[in-house]
């Protein structure tokens, strides 16, 4: 039972293109969204985060948009740069579980110079 | 950086021997998780803990056990490894009134 789900393996982008990146989910429950990005042999670092009362979060380069009532979100990378190739995770939690998060499988996004 | 140390960095181990993988960390954060990732399923929740002693288990705890006697170091442990214990393990902190975790470095891990 896949709570959160990233449908696409991979994705390839040119330099200076906007990269979308999707992710679905099915419990109601999840009231914290958040998406890290992985580099090969390192952890998973935070990227940015959306809680369940708001729509839409903005930082630099990076928004990330909240659609409750289809349960998806996207993160958004404009412009995208060869160094944001990487493997992006998307990750929920509700707060009564106190706060563990469930992952996507991940999106490989290669950003083509 | 949130202070996060996992040792070892890599091991290689045989069927049936016991491991334990520790994380450590420098900033005093009441909780503490450990995730396995695996291709195809992202990262999965092993074992988290909400405090010393303070520990519950997650949606793949199964082969492992944790402790946590103190506040800056939790342990995890395969009491007899398995193939199926290969994989890539990662270590996260919270910090109280935050919802987002902070990952520590990993550990590869191969059962042969």
């Known amino acids: 039972d896949q709570q959160v789900k990233q449908n696409s393996p991979s994705l390839s982008v040119q330099e200076g293109r906007i990269s979308i990146l999707n992710c679905d989910y099915t419990n109601s429950m999840f009231d914290y969204f958040l998406w890290y990005k992985k580099y090969p042999a390192e952890g998973p670092t935070f990227l940015i985060s959306?809680?369940?009362?708001?729509d839409k979060n903005e930082d630099g380069r990076f928004t990330v948009f909240l659609n409750k009532s289809a349960k998806h979100l996207s993160l958004h990378i404009v412009p995208s740069q060869p160094g944001d190739s990487a493997v992006y995770f998307c990750?929920?939690?509700?707060?009564?579980?106190?706060?563990?998060?469930?992952f996507g499988e991940g999106t490989q996004l290669t950003v083509n110079p | 950086d949130a202070g996060i140390t996992q040792s070892p960095r890599h091991k290689v181990t045989e069927t049936g021997t016991p491991v334990t993988l520790r994380c450590h960390q420098t900033?005093?954060?009441?909780?503490m998780y450990w995730y396995r990732q695996d291709p195809g399923h992202g990262l999965r929740l092993i074992h988290y803990?909400?405090?010393?002693?303070?520990?519950d288990k997650g949606e793949v705890s199964d082969g492992y056990s944790v402790s946590r006697s103190k506040t800056e170091d939790f342990l995890l442990t395969l009491e007899s490894a398995t193939s199926s214990q290969t994989s890539v393990y990662f270590c996260a902190i919270r910090k109280t009134e935050q919802e987002t975790q902070y990952f520590g470095p990993g550990t590869r891990l191969l059962v042969l």
């Open positions: 803990s909400y405090g010393v002693k303070d520990t």
């Open positions: 990750a929920a939690s509700e707060e009564t579980s106190g706060s563990r998060l469930t």
């Open positions: 900033e005093n954060h009441r909780y």
């Open positions: 959306i809680s369940s009362i708001k």
